[in-house]
């Protein structure tokens, strides 16, 4: 069973549409993050979250909003998209902040047309 | 600074043989540093970590040595098999406890039969 779960697997969007990236964890871990693999750059932290609070925005955009609603869940909004905005979108999980083992989900494959 | 330089980009060995993979940080803040092996199409998995206080560990034919004066790290893989073919990631936890990691840019490791 997976442990981490990311929906949708794949997904295209329009330019200066809006989506919104998926992410549960049943690991029981308290700390949640996202990463962003591209080409560019290759895995690129973009938040954490601890207790469901943000701990952590090193994404220079206001359209990336990331989403708490429950303890083991952090969804990802994105707006206005543009084509690069094209990437992997991982979501890892940690029992906690510090010196612990992130897991990584299956990814969300984000295309922008 | 936060970056995390990794070195080499690409690394071609014999089955059998060893390979060596480097990494430099900036942050003497960091205090925990991680290993991933990424296959294609995969997410990054954790094969082994170390943490400030230690200068080496080792996981079977892993070993990962700390050199916190020099702001150094490195992962050794001996008896390297086909098997062990894969992009390998260093990482460095960032400032403030935040969870975040700093990735390097990958190495693509080739183990030739």
């Known amino acids: 069973d997976p442990k981490i779960i990311q929906k949708p697997k794949y997904l295209v969007a329009v330019t200066g549409s809006e989506k919104i990236l998926i992410c549960e964890q049943y690991l029981g871990h308290n700390a949640m993050y996202w990463y962003r693999q591209s080409a560019k750059k290759p895995l690129e932290f973009m938040f954490s979250y601890s207790y469901q609070k943000l701990m952590d925005n090193q994404t220079a955009s206001s359209r990336f909003q990331p989403q708490s609603s429950k303890k083991n869940h952090l969804d990802l909004q994105i707006t206005a998209l543009k084509p690069d905005d094209s990437a992997t979108y991982f979501c890892?999980?940690?029992?906690?902040?510090?010196?612990?083992?992130?897991?990584f989900g299956p990814g969300t494959r984000l295309t922008v047309l | 600074g936060e970056q995390v330089e990794q070195l080499p980009s690409i690394l071609r060995v014999q089955e059998g043989s060893s390979a060596s993979i480097n990494c430099s940080y900036e942050?003497?803040?960091?205090?925990?540093f991680p290993w991933y092996k990424q296959e294609p199409g995969e997410n990054p998995k954790l094969i082994i970590d170390?943490?400030?206080?230690?200068e080496r560990k080792q996981i079977q034919e892993l070993i990962v040595l700390l050199d916190k004066k020099a702001k150094r790290f490195s992962l050794h893989i001996t008896d390297t098999q086909p098997g062990d073919s894969a992009m390998y990631f260093c990482?460095?936890?960032?400032?403030?406890?935040?969870?975040?990691?700093?990735f390097g840019l990958g190495t693509t490791l080739q183990v030739q039969p």
């Open positions: 942050d003497s803040a960091s205090n925990y």
């Open positions: 170390i943490r400030s206080n230690m």
């Open positions: 990482a460095a936890s960032g400032t403030g406890n935040t969870g975040k990691l700093i």
């Open positions: 890892a999980s940690s029992q906690e902040r510090v010196y612990a083992e992130q897991f």
